[in-house]
């Protein structure tokens, strides 16, 4: 069945360096992944996302990168900051339309 | 444009009780999913709806259940509550149309249900 694999499970850097997760998944069919950022006490929200027509796409310090030969797709984000503190998700979609997320990351950005 | 909307946020039930949360989706959004959200587990994928048709659903029990009205809010239950049950709720909404992904899903804030 479908299944999201994402790495590492905590990730801490110091303010200023580049934190990058990476997700596996393992439905060929699935076209569509976005990342969603999940702050204390709120609801994942959607901060980029990437469909399988796609290699890259960057907004500003967040980009995202699809390898579909590989089937895994990573977040990077430049210059961290500790307000990207939080834990954040992969997810990816087959022509269901079922999201299947992983199972989240917590980045800790140290000042 | 005010976004997903949740009630209660937080909600303590008995074992064996049922329970409903409720969902009003971004005015335009069609489509509501609802996630369990544990710990342990991640985000599950519930159910969603579209057009008051459930057009897609998770891996739970028949204790879970859900509907859409015609204004495209949601509800979902949960009868003979247990304490696995603990857990952040959340509902989701896009304007995903027909079979095919074509728009992000937006979250609610989630209901914090806890079971003792």
């Known amino acids: 069945g479908e299944n999201v694999e994402q790495h590492p499970s905590t990730l801490s850097v110091q303010e200023g360096d580049s934190a990058v997760i990476k997700c596996t998944y393992s439905?060929?069919?699935?076209?569509?992944f976005p990342w969603y950022k999940q702050e204390l006490g709120k609801g994942p929200q959607l901060i980029i996302d990437?469909?399988?027509?796609?290699g890259e796409k960057k907004d500003q310090r967040i980009a995202v990168t699809l390898n579909k030969t590989a089937k895994h797709f990573s977040l990077h984000i430049t210059e961290t900051q500790p307000e990207d503190s939080a834990v954040y998700f992969c997810?990816?979609?087959?022509?269901?339309?079922?999201?299947?997320f992983g199972q989240g990351t917590e980045l800790s950005v140290k000042p | 444009k005010a976004g997903v909307t949740q009630t209660p946020r937080y909600l303590i039930k008995t074992r064996g009780q049922q329970v409903t949360l409720s969902c009003s989706p971004i005015?335009?959004?069609?489509?509501v999913s609802w996630y369990q959200q544990t710990p342990g587990q991640g985000l599950q994928f519930l159910f969603e709806?579209?057009?008051?048709?459930?057009?897609n659903k998770g891996n739970f029990p028949g204790r879970f259940s859900g509907r859409q009205f015609s204004n495209s809010r949601s509800e979902m239950n949960v009868s003979t509550l247990e304490l696995g049950d603990s857990a952040l709720y959340l509902c989701?909404?896009?304007?995903?149309?027909?079979?095919?992904?074509?728009?992000?899903?937006?979250f609610g804030n989630g209901t914090r249900l806890t079971v003792t």
């Open positions: 005015s335009g959004h069609r489509s």
């Open positions: 990437i469909r399988s027509n796609v």
């Open positions: 709806y579209f057009s008051e048709t459930q057009r």
């Open positions: 439905d060929s069919a699935s076209n569509y």
């Open positions: 997810a990816g979609i087959n022509q269901g339309g079922k999201l299947i």
């Open positions: 989701a909404s896009s304007l995903a149309q027909g079979r095919s992904y074509n728009s992000p899903l937006h």
